[in-house]
């Protein structure tokens, strides 16, 4: 009796196309396991198959990155391997359910954790401000190992202990702070102004500079660098050592062809470089030629048709103090990194 009536609910809940198996008892049961019965590695496949279905990008690095956050890890290399064969608990099961659907949604990753890990700082996240890219971490790389070979400021202490000044740091559209955090993370002995025109932005890198007790040594200010008076502004604030930057560089004919998630949620100002892409670059280039110390520094994250067209400007004397020194590939090998030196008077302009 107890089979026949097992077998009308599965009829009444539309399950009796499931696959039965034998057990002890006799009759049958599905042989999809219980939600309680899962363990956290039966999670992880379920969503990324769901993700995969439905056209997520990246679905198995987002349903693990999602699941390691459930389980206090940052990646789920960072998981050991007993707990992802321990069922979820019921708060686990609801919070990892809950984020997975926010990005079958679209939503991306980093603004569902609110949180991302950009090279060795954790900052904050919240849409609508532009999510960093590695290439963005790679520019931080470039700035850091460019230091270590050419003479910027007084970055270390003499001999006598006494307390070096630092190289001092402009941020060009600093977004959620990442650049200029993360570089005086590495140098404790600079300071930064950091500026952007979204208030958002500058909210969030105010928010992540206090986290990172960094506040102290970063003015962030909001200011629209497209504006003429922000280069008066600046350079009373100056002269800066180095200025560096990851300007919106997507050419206007781009922005559709970006990832769906990319376009619905970050913001398309951080993202618009106009038709060539160099609107706001070459805002970036004139503002550095006024506010730089002489022999000073400016560093840019660029489109990779971007330096020979520089490279042309420069050439017309667009900023005749400003020369290019070195352009460099991204990890992809995309020209991504220009590298550009502001000369002082008595130097040929463009000369070697």
């Keep these: 009796m107890g089979g026949v009536l097992y077998q009308m609910r599965m009829l009444c809940t539309g399950r009796s196309s499931m696959r039965k198996v034998s057990w002890a008892g006799g009759t049958s049961r599905p042989a999809v396991p219980r939600r309680s019965s899962r363990n956290a590695t039966m999670w992880l496949r379920l969503w990324r198959r769901r993700f995969a279905l439905r056209g997520v990008s990246e ?11 459930c389980l206090g890890a940052d990646t789920i290399y960072g998981v050991p391997e007993k707990t992802l064969n321990r069922s979820l608990s019921g708060d686990q099961q609801r919070l990892f359910d809950e984020m997975c659907r926010k990005r ?13 890990t950009f090279r060795d700082i954790k900052l904050r996240m919240k849409p609508p401000v532009l999510i960093p890219r590695p290439e963005t971490e790679e520019l931080v790389g470039l700035v850091l190992d460019s230091l270590k070979h050419v003479e910027v400021g007084s970055y270390q202490p003499d001999p006598q202990g006494v307390p070096a000044s630092g190289p001092s740091l402009l941020d060009a559209g600093c977004g959620s702070g990442a650049i200029c955090l993360s570089l005086l993370h590495s140098l404790p002995t600079a300071r930064a102004v950091a500026v ?6 500058v909210s969030l890198t ?17 200011m629209d660098l497209t504006a ?8 009373a604030l100056g002269p800066f050592d180095i200025v560096v930057s990851n300007p919106p560089y997507v050419l206007s004919s781009h922005l559709p062809l970006l990832q769906p998630e990319v376009r619905w949620f970050e913001d398309r100002g951080a993202l618009d470089g ?41 050439a017309e004397h667009v900023w005749p103090c ?4 070195h352009i460099y590939q991204d990890l992809s090998g995309k020209l991504r990194f220009c590298i550009l030196r502001k000369i002082s008077q008595d130097e040929e302009p463009h000369g070697k």
Excluded at 105 to 111: A, I, R
Excluded at 228 to 234: F, P, V, Y
Excluded at 291 to 299: E, I, M, P, Q, S
């Design 104 to 116: 079958l949604q679209g939503l991306p990753v980093q603004y569902i954790l609110g949180e991302w």
């Design 59 to 69: 679905p198995k690095n987002s349903a693990q990155l999602l699941l390691a956050h």
């Design 322 to 325: 400003l020369r290019l020194v």
């Design 196 to 201: 952007d025109k979204s208030e958002d932005a």
């Design 228 to 235: 003429g008076l922000a280069q008066r502004e600046l350079a």
């Design 274 to 314: 106009g038709k060539d892409g160099m609107d706001v670059l070459r805002v970036v280039l004139t503002l550095a030629s006024e506010v730089l110390k002489d022999h000073g520094w400016l560093f840019v994250e660029v489109e990779p048709r971007h330096p020979e067209l520089i490279a042309q400007e420069l």
């Design 206 to 222: 105010r928010l992540n500079a206090t986290s990172l007790n960094l506040l102290g040594r970063c003015n962030v200010l909001h």
